[in-house]
């Protein structure tokens, strides 16, 4: 049995274990505790918010948020539509209607062009939207500046889905801490996680509060059970805030290690033909959270798809980049300005393994199963070879110099000798 290679999996560090200890020995099982407090205090430290309430999720914290910058049924909310739909799900959770909005090219992120001529265009009509969602993709800080002058300019607060970007930069400060709210998630499979949970952070003390108190079914002041608006049951647990806390005090060393593997795919496989890296942005620094790349399947001699069915093959998981919010069937009705690009990205894109978790014995084998669906697939258009055939052995890669491997016509390869 070979090793899967997963795509990203849980990496704890040594303190976690004591802190939930801690929370054991002292009974705080519960969503309320000193673990919280610290995870909150702590997160800001490290991120340079101002204030930050821990919530049970991501997905919950950009609920609150919206909810927040008062959402409501009927409003529109503009929103990248390259991204996970944990994005866009919490606007209809309002019974509001997402407005997509095109990638570019540089940072895959949100066009700050397009945003700026579609709000110059619904301003004119007098129909402005509600908020604008801003995703930092992959680890990656969108152009923040131009997108933050547009939305004061019309007044729309920006919120900043940063779910994949905790600990990246731009211009030297932390994605998330720009906009009205940030919120940032520890699900199993981001940079760090506490099995699931989420944070909200502004500069705003009170929206921060407000946000604690929905957060917790809105309960007003009063000895007995109290409600005069709606709330909802989102805070984090006091135990998950104990992982939190001991993740945190690795996430530079997640950082170093996704980098690295950025920095090892890149070296192997960069001057393959038709391979090319998610670009890194100068205006800021990028965590690596995912290793993304695409494929232009002329050039390379096999599409993402048979890429990514070779390595599965190969027990080595890997994901199309996210598949756009446009083309969603559950938002077939919903506008999208342009959307080609975003098309583009997910038509040829692909995610490598990039857990902080992996070794350079991981690396090395996706980056050789990778050569050989290259090697092999050029040398079956070459060879004019019957479906079903196999078409030889070919000699060498550049992991495995002088090593022989199995072609077989749909281009996955087995190393023989
Ligand atoms: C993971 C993710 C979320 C949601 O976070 P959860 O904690 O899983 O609810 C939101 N947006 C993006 C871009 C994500 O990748």
Redesign the pocket.
């Known amino acids: 049995m070979i090793k899967p290679i997963l795509l990203s999996t849980p990496h704890m560090g040594d303190r976690e274990l004591e802190f939930v200890k801690e929370a054991f020995e002292t009974n705080w099982i519960a969503p309320v505790g000193p673990h919280i407090d610290a995870f909150e205090h702590e997160f800001c430290q490290a991120t340079g918010a101002r204030h930050a309430a821990a919530v049970s ?6 609920h609150l948020a919206l909810r927040l910058v008062g959402v409501e049924r009927g409003d529109e909310v503009f929103c990248s539509t390259l ?2 739909i ?2 866009a799900n919490p606007i209809t959770y309002l019974g509001a209607k997402p407005v997509f909005i095109d990638s570019d090219l540089m940072t895959w992120n949100m066009n700050p062009d397009l945003l700026w001529e579609s709000l110059e265009r619904r301003s004119r009509r007098g129909k402005l939207p509600k908020a604008v969602i801003l ?3 992959y680890g990656q800080s969108a152009d923040i500046d131009p997108i933050l002058e547009i939305c004061s300019h019309y007044e729309i607060p920006l919120i900043e ?1 940063a ?2 970007s905790l600990g990246a930069t731009y211009k030297g400060r932390a994605t998330g801490t720009f906009g009205r709210i940030g ?1 940032y ?3 199993g ?2 940079i760090i996680t506490t099995s ?3 944070m909200l952070v502004s500069d705003d003390e009170k929206l921060i509060a407000k946000a604690r108190f929905l957060a917790t079914q809105a309960r007003d002041l009063a000895p007995h059970y109290q409600h005069s608006e709606i709330g909802y049951n989102y805070r984090l647990s006091n135990i998950l805030a104990g992982i939190g806390r001991g993740q945190l005090r690795v996430l530079n060393d997640r950082i170093a290690a996704r980098r690295r593997n950025y920095e090892i795919y890149a070296a192997a496989l960069e001057n393959l033909p038709g391979i090319e890296f998610m670009p890194e942005a100068d205006f800021g620094r990028a965590t690596r959270w995912l290793t993304c790349l695409t494929i232009d399947p002329e050039a390379f001699g096999a599409d993402r798809e048979q890429v990514r069915l070779a390595l599965a093959k190969q027990q080595i998981e890997t994901r199309p980049v996210w598949k756009p919010l446009h083309l969603q069937p559950v938002f077939a009705k919903s506008k999208c300005i342009d959307g080609v690009i975003a098309e583009y990205l997910f038509t040829r894109g692909l995610c490598l393994p990039s857990g902080s978790n992996l070794t350079i014995e991981d690396l090395e084998r996706v980056i050789s199963a990778i050569e050989s669906v290259h090697n092999c697939q050029s040398r079956v258009s070459r060879s004019h070879a019957e479906p079903g055939n196999e078409v030889g052995y070919l000699k060498s890669t550049l992991s495995f110099p002088g090593s022989i491997w199995k072609c077989s016509r749909a281009g996955s390869a087995e190393r023989v000798g």
């Open positions: 999720s991501g997905t919950a914290a950009l991204t996970f944990a994005t995703v930092h993709l889905d779910a994949e919120i998630s520890f699900n499979n981001k699931g949970g989420g």
